[in-house]
């Protein structure tokens, strides 16, 4: 399987702006420039784009390994927080809230370290990964 992804960039950069879009069209030309990336601009960023795609991610690889546990999910919510530091992303934080029938404490944890380690989001980036859980 393979997906996509495109960038348009017209001008300089503190001057200029761009556009994103998605295969899906979900993201069709969304707006991005250097104020939403370094300041508080109108539009996305990739940080924002990555952290979308991580929490995304790894809330489905949780849901899997849980199912595979044989629990019945009600909710997993996670937000994820990129954290960009003299240009590198040096940590992605996954903040989890979940309601799942009959699943003990220990358990869930361990599914959720199981997910932080394997979703393909977080084999995929380099940088320090930490996730806080909690069973609602």
Not at 58 to 87: H, N, P, R, W
């Amino acid at each position: 399987m393979k997906r996509n992804g495109t960038a348009v960039w017209k001008g300089s950069l503190k001057e200029g702006n761009g556009v994103v879009s998605t295969q899906s069209k979900v993201l069709d030309n969304a707006q991005y420039s250097f104020k939403s990336r370094f300041e508080e601009g109108i539009g996305t960023n990739p940080e924002e784009l990555i952290a979308a795609a991580h929490a995304g991610c790894f809330t489905m690889q949780l849901s899997a390994y849980i199912g595979e546990e044989g629990f019945e999910i009600e909710s997993i919510e996670t937000k994820c927080d990129i954290d960009l530091v003299d240009g590198t992303i040096v940590t992605s934080h996954l903040t989890v809230s979940a309601k799942v029938s009959g699943i003990s404490a220990d358990v869930f944890q361990q599914q959720v370290t199981k997910a932080e380690k394997n979703c393909p989001v977080s084999k995929l980036l380099n940088a320090a990964i930490s996730t806080t859980a909690t069973l609602v």
